[in-house]
């Protein structure tokens, strides 16, 4: 009598039907492992970049998704979207522990032999950063020569953030948000507005009338908190490999990143904690 739990239950020809392999095209995501030294820590230093352009492409497509709804005057689904974003964002701040069992010694092994590539030309990290309201023109240079990833840079660039849909509802609910800010330039970096600040004050003070706002705020939060520890897992995993040297991509290294952990994406909200 067969044991109805036993392995020999399993499916096992696939010659019609997609595999596990098939399915997920792995062949082709092995195909895409290819180290170009013998160094054997340069097999790490690709799988945690893989996995991270991975959940960085979900990222951008749950934000988008959520922008999408938000656009359409709906706050509780993107929620859960965005939910999804800071375990993400979880997931890929958690790799950095892993690549620092990297030592200077081993990264120096293999690092000449990719010449200028680097994480700086992310075409999803740089998506992400322009979905969340952190604009810079200048991000688009390295992305010229690649019009399919270069064209929805520069759309998103363009576009508002999910911090300025997020401030159109503000003001659909009769809430002050001034027209400079709603028909703002969005290709320039948001700056903090007085205004802006009280009408988030007046949705923190009154959660009954105004909790779906109050609870979008506190998304938001959760977001920009969880993107700051992966800039600052970055910082460190980055000073403790190679120090004070100058980045593959042409930056100051931990210079340069050590700067853009002083960027705000939505001030207001952070302004919000000390004006109550």
């Given at each position: 009598m067969n044991d109805k739990n036993s392995a020999e239950q399993a499916y096992s020809d696939f010659t019609r039907s997609l595999s596990y392999g098939d399915y997920l095209h792995l062949d082709g995501i092995h195909a895409a492992h290819q180290p170009i030294t013998q160094a054997h820590d340069e097999h790490l230093f690709i799988a945690v970049h893989h996995v991270s352009e991975v959940w960085l492409g979900l990222i951008v497509r749950e934000i988008q998704a959520a922008m999408k709804l938000l656009e359409q005057g709906i706050t509780d689904a993107p929620l859960k979207m965005l939910t999804r974003v800071v375990r993400a964002q979880e997931q890929m701040t958690n790799a950095w522990e892993v690549l620092k069992t990297m030592t200077p010694s081993d990264y120096l092994e293999f690092r000449s032999a990719f010449g200028q590539a680097s994480g700086f030309q992310s075409q999803n990290y740089r998506m992400v950063e322009f979905l969340l309201g952190n604009r810079n023109p200048v991000m688009l240079r390295p992305h010229?020569?690649?019009?399919?990833?270069?064209?929805?840079?520069?759309?998103?660039?363009?576009?508002?953030?999910?911090?300025?849909?997020?401030?159109?509802?503000?003001?659909?609910?009769?809430?002050?948000?001034?027209?400079?800010?709603?028909?703002?330039?969005?290709?320039?970096?948001?700056?903090?507005?007085?205004?802006?600040?009280?009408?988030?004050?007046?949705?923190?003070?009154?959660?009954?009338?105004?909790?779906?706002?109050?609870?979008?705020?506190?998304?938001?939060?959760?977001?920009?908190?969880?993107?700051?520890?992966?800039?600052?897992?970055?910082?460190?995993?980055?000073?403790?490999?190679?120090?004070?040297?100058?980045?593959?991509?042409?930056?100051?290294g931990v210079g340069y990143l050590k700067q853009a952990l002083n960027i705000v994406l939505f001030p207001e909200l952070w302004e919000v904690r000390t004006r109550l």
């Amino acid at each position: 009598m067969n044991d109805k739990n036993s392995a020999e239950q399993a499916y096992s020809d696939f010659t019609r039907s997609l595999s596990y392999g098939d399915y997920l095209h792995l062949d082709g995501i092995h195909a895409a492992h290819q180290p170009i030294t013998q160094a054997h820590d340069e097999h790490l230093f690709i799988a945690v970049h893989h996995v991270s352009e991975v959940w960085l492409g979900l990222i951008v497509r749950e934000i988008q998704a959520a922008m999408k709804l938000l656009e359409q005057g709906i706050t509780d689904a993107p929620l859960k979207m965005l939910t999804r974003v800071v375990r993400a964002q979880e997931q890929m701040t958690n790799a950095w522990e892993v690549l620092k069992t990297m030592t200077p010694s081993d990264y120096l092994e293999f690092r000449s032999a990719f010449g200028q590539a680097s994480g700086f030309q992310s075409q999803n990290y740089r998506m992400v950063e322009f979905l969340l309201g952190n604009r810079n023109p200048v991000m688009l240079r390295p992305h010229a020569h690649r019009p399919d990833l270069h064209d929805p840079l520069k759309a998103a660039l363009e576009g508002p953030s999910v911090y300025d849909l997020a401030l159109r509802l503000v003001a659909a609910r009769g809430l002050n948000i001034p027209d400079e800010v709603l028909q703002r330039n969005y290709a320039e970096k948001y700056t903090l507005n007085e205004a802006v600040v009280d009408a988030w004050i007046a949705v923190y003070r009154d959660t009954d009338t105004y909790w779906d706002l109050y609870e979008l705020a506190e998304k938001l939060m959760d977001v920009e908190d969880n993107f700051r520890r992966w800039r600052f897992n970055h910082v460190t995993t980055v000073e403790r490999t190679i120090g004070f040297k100058r980045g593959s991509g042409g930056t100051s290294g931990v210079g340069y990143l050590k700067q853009a952990l002083n960027i705000v994406l939505f001030p207001e909200l952070w302004e919000v904690r000390t004006r109550l």
